[in-house]
């Protein structure tokens, strides 16, 4: 069964930098990968992601530029690199797959097979 295992969130200073991990079991290489987010009382909400073939990325508006998420299938590991962080940028970070190859990208919640359980990142101003 697929399982995915976030790590790396915690307190950072605005304009500071935190990359998160997510461990993921089976073969990453068939499955496209995102990142979400949910702050305390609002919806979860796309953040980024990249195909599970070609390796291309898409990310939302109000991370692009600032985030880039990159994936080593050797280590079975999708990374987060979170830069110029901003207070409005805290909020757990979910990691999620969706269980079919494609280079296509997918930006919906419902759109993805699996889940871990967050990591908190908050950032103080």
């Known amino acids: 069964q697929v399982q995915l295992v976030e790590s790396g969130g915690g307190l950072v200073q605005a304009g500071g930098s935190l990359r998160l991990s997510c461990v993921v079991s089976g073969r990453t290489s068939t499955y496209a990968m995102a990142w979400f987010r949910q702050a305390p009382g609002k919806e979860r909400r796309f953040v980024v992601t990249i195909t599970g073939s070609g390796g291309r990325t898409y990310s939302a508006d109000s991370v692009k530029g600032r985030f880039t998420i990159s994936r080593d299938n050797a280590k079975n590991t999708v990374y987060l690199e979170m830069n110029s962080l901003k207070p409005e940028d805290t909020a757990v970070y979910y990691c999620?797959?969706?269980?079919?190859?494609?280079?296509?990208?997918?930006?919906?919640?419902?759109?993805?097979?699996?889940w871990g359980q967050g990591t908190q990142v908050t950032v103080s101003s």
């Open positions: 999620a797959a969706r269980d079919d190859r494609s280079a296509l990208f997918y930006t919906k919640e419902y759109e993805y097979d699996y």
